[in-house]
């Protein structure tokens, strides 16, 4: 990576704010997945072994600029205390007074958490003077800054990118460089053999990486709700199932200005709908089949096959979204077929999102898998422009 990280700088003994990624799903105030903070470990550990006091920032959720309390990043507190093995503070602020108090009374090794940088507007202000204000006054306890939130390093907010402008050094945690090393192996991996596997809803937030990896890639294979959308873009019937009028545009964009790539995209050609208008049964059909009033909601056991026997092949894959609607049985089967071929592919395999890391999770293929991503939205942005913005505003090596 040409970013420098916490281990290219002298950072012993110094107060690091380090940007880390808690935005955990939590069900009744638990935290229900801990992946992203098991994920910060070694780079906090890295810091503590150096004799750093060690402040950590996060949001978690969508605030909107308020203080809601079952956002509170508090219980993230206690389970990296867990993990730890050692108490970790926690303010119920970011900025101000209280921040500062406790940042002067810290000792070499010591942890503190601060509450969710989202309870201010100014952390996503559009306002530059604003954000930039806001984030002087994140930076003030602190001598350098680690970013390794990999999962918000495609945006420039305050706690990402408004600090860079306060502290010296900035560098990357070990998991921006480990997850920017893996996702740099898909994205120069060579044409033959390499494999893309996208599903999801909406065309619209996968479009970038859609026209960035068509032209590098051996096949890509699309499944869930996207498909439909490119569907209707032919012409073919959809009836009821999933499709945004902006999916829709998104996808006659891909076909309109794709040329001869387009014979890379393969789209399913069977499926399993429901007579949602009607009794709720569900029939299998092919693609060009379905029914007006039906709901295809999953793809079908040829598509199944014929996606599973291209990863088995492929020297490099990246896989990011459900195949079909997943949540609901027994439409989770074509994502489970889906990941378990990417468990049993010997090449080179990267899935990212949270909705297929959970999918891999469930069929116990994770420890297959060369690389789990934390960022579903940061790992498709990084592969369509190489680079991430926040990322980029590091120091240098
Ligand atoms: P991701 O979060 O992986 O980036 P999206 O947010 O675009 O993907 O879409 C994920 C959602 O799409 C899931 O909730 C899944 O249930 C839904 N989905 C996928 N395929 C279908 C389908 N055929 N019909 C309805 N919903 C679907
Ligand atoms: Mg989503």
């Not at 780079?43 to 600029?65: D, F, M, N, Q, S």
């Not at 079952?70 to 730890?84: I, M, T, V």
């Not at 559009?126 to 495609?154: C, S, T, W």
């Not at 009028?245 to 393969?266: C, F, I, N, R, Y």
């Amino acid at each position: 990576m040409h970013k420098a990280t916490v281990r290219d700088r002298d950072i012993n003994g110094k107060t690091a704010l380090v940007r880390v990624d808690f935005n955990v799903p939590l069900k009744d105030g638990q935290i229900e997945d801990d992946t992203r903070i098991v994920a910060s470990l070694p780079t906090i550990e890295y810091l503590l072994k150096h004799g750093c006091k060690v402040i950590l920032c996060a949001h978690l959720g969508r605030p909107k600029g308020e203080v809601v309390p079952e956002l509170s990043l508090a219980p993230c507190a206690d389970r990296l205390s867990e993990l730890l093995g050692k108490r970790v503070g926690f303010v119920e602020d970011c900025i101000g007074q209280e921040v500062a108090e406790k940042a002067v009374q810290m000792q070499a090794g010591d942890v503190l958490l601060l509450e969710n940088t989202r309870f201010y507007c100014a952390e996503k202000s559009k306002n530059e003077g604003e954000m930039l204000e806001f984030a002087e006054k994140l930076a003030a306890p602190a001598e350098l800054y680690v970013n390794d939130a990999f999962g918000a390093g495609h945006r420039n907010h305050a706690s990402t990118y408004g600090v860079t402008k306060y502290l010296s050094p900035c560098v990357a945690g070990l998991l921006v460089e480990e997850e920017i090393e893996q996702l740099t192996r898909i994205l120069i991996a060579p044409q033959e053999g390499f494999v893309v596997v996208l599903g999801g809803a909406k065309v619209e937030d996968k479009i970038g990486v859609i026209k960035a990896l068509l032209p590098k890639c051996e096949k890509m294979l699309i499944g869930g709700a996207m498909s439909w959308a490119f569907f209707k873009a032919k012409g073919m019937e959809v009836g009821l199932s999933l499709c945004e009028p902006e999916s829709v545009e998104s996808a006659e964009e891909v076909l309109a200005t794709m040329g001869a790539d387009l014979q890379k995209l393969m789209l399913p050609v069977d499926v399993y709908m429901q007579n949602v208008a009607g009794d709720h049964q569900i029939k299998y059909a092919a693609a060009d089949a379905i029914e007006p009033g039906w709901d295809a909601l999953d793809i079908g056991d040829e598509t199944r096959k014929s996606y599973a026997d291209t990863i088995l092949k492929a020297a490099n894959v990246f896989w990011n979204g459900p195949m079909g609607k997943f949540e609901n049985k027994p439409f989770d089967e074509g994502t489970f077929a889906v990941a378990k071929a990417m468990g049993a592919c010997p090449g080179f395999n990267v899935v990212g999102g949270g909705d297929s890391v959970a999918a891999v999770t469930k069929m116990r293929v994770a420890d297959a898998i060369d690389h789990i991503s934390t960022g579903g939205g940061a790992s498709l942005e990084f592969l369509e422009d190489g680079s991430l913005s926040a990322i980029e505003a590091l120091d240098s090596k």
